[in-house]
């Protein structure tokens, strides 16, 4: 038979959505019936097909009027809307929604016709119909710690990295951006501002992690020639997608974590480099306003303006002048473990569900979440 909790996962790729899913799905298998619809995750799951959905779907689960299907993406959402409104599926859909921005018509007009909304942080909130909760993402602290600390040369030799500055024997400090390389992702602005310091630290270099696709070529082109005309080729290290299992240890290694995108949902790698005790350089969106006080001065990092290289130049200059201690990697993982412990999260979503079944939360309602009053707190 199929489980209570349907989860969407119709992108093949593995991206910041695919990093919530694998989070969540172990802990809240332990409290509620559920499976994945689509691809699957790196481990085992319980798989549910569109077949399965269409032949046992329009029985409702024992004890419950409905099952729940949740999507967080736009295909996802298409497809439990399809089953919902066409095949009879006996099914509510949530959506969850990062955007802090006007989604496409289409878009819209799908969420209006969703069950409700999970908002991943208020500004979201603020903007979206129906929502239901306000949660933000977590990430496993178990798996993202500070210990044991990565020293990048261990890192570098474990990759097989021997060139220039990453064998010398004295102390290297890596800038990092992990991502897709395109220029929303503020790649752009993040090895200008890499031209403008590195110079200043000879033994500083800068580490891009991610994938570009074929439509960014150009902008890749632009960006190597405008590292090798400023004589730092040699200085920034293109590791191409790193896997799930290998950030961890990308996050330990990294002195700074830098994520300057010019739109941002939450921004998973920022919190997964928290949990790492690594200080951030972050543009105001996403998880910014809850990651980072309002005090400039923060411990665990800097908020710099969207799109200004000059200003986060300046801002990964400061962190690197300070360089990171035994305190700053304290107040990076107590800002995790704060805020962000993934088990958070997986417990609320799962009190959404409950309220859902129970008939508690339909049509434009709001429930109260322990991390709304940690919002309100900052």
């Known amino acids: 038979m199929l489980p209570d909790v349907i989860i969407a996962n119709l992108n093949h790729f593995f991206t910041g959505v695919t990093a919530t899913l694998e989070n969540l799905y172990r802990i809240q298998a332990r409290e509620v019936s559920i499976g994945i619809h689509g691809y699957n995750l790196s481990f085992p799951t319980r798989k ?8 046992y779907g329009r029985v409702p689960p024992k004890g419950k009027p409905f099952r729940i299907f949740h999507a967080r993406r736009a295909i996802d959402l298409r497809r439990g809307l399809f089953l919902r409104d066409y095949c009879g599926v006996k099914i509510k859909v949530i959506f969850s929604s990062v955007k802090q921005r006007a989604h496409s018509f289409p878009l819209r007009r799908m969420i209006e016709r969703a069950d409700g909304v999970i908002a991943i942080t208020k500004e979201v909130a603020a903007i979206r119909p129906k929502v239901l909760a306000t949660i933000p993402h977590g990430v496993d602290l178990k798996k993202f710690s500070p210990k044991p600390r990565e020293n990048w ?8 990295l021997s060139s220039g500055v990453y064998s010398s024997d004295k102390q290297v400090c890596a800038i990092g951006q992990v991502g897709n390389i395109r220029r929303s992702k503020g790649s752009h602005i993040f090895v200008r501002a890499l031209c403008s310091i590195l110079p200043e630290y000879p033994h500083a270099i800068g580490v891009i992690a991610g994938r570009w696709l074929l439509k960014d070529a150009l902008l890749v082109y632009r960006l190597k020639r405008m590292l090798k005309k400023a004589g730092l080729a040699e200085r920034v290290l293109w590791l191409g997608l790193a896997s799930y299992d290998d950030m961890p240890s990308l996050m330990r290694a990294l002195d700074v974590y830098v994520s300057v995108s010019l739109e941002e949902g939450f921004g998973m790698a920022t919190i997964e480099a928290l949990a790492s005790g690594t200080p951030i350089v972050v543009t105001p969106l996403g998880c910014a306003s809850l990651a980072i006080r309002s005090n400039r001065q923060d411990k665990v ?9 000059i200003a986060l130049a300046k801002a990964m200059r400061q962190l690197l002048l300070r360089g990171k201690n035994k305190e700053i990697i304290a107040a990076c993982r107590a800002r995790a473990l704060e805020l962000f412990a993934i088990e958070r999260e997986a417990r609320e979503i799962v009190k959404v569900y409950k309220k859902m079944w129970k008939g508690e939360c339909m049509g434009e309602c709001t429930i109260q979440t322990n991390t709304e009053n940690f919002i309100r707190s900052t």
């Open 301 to 309: 990092g800097r908020i710099v303006p969207i799109d200004d290289h």
């Open 153 to 160: 040369h261990y890192y570098a030799a474990q990759r097989r």
């Open 48 to 55: 549910v097909g569109f077949w399965q959905l269409l032949r």
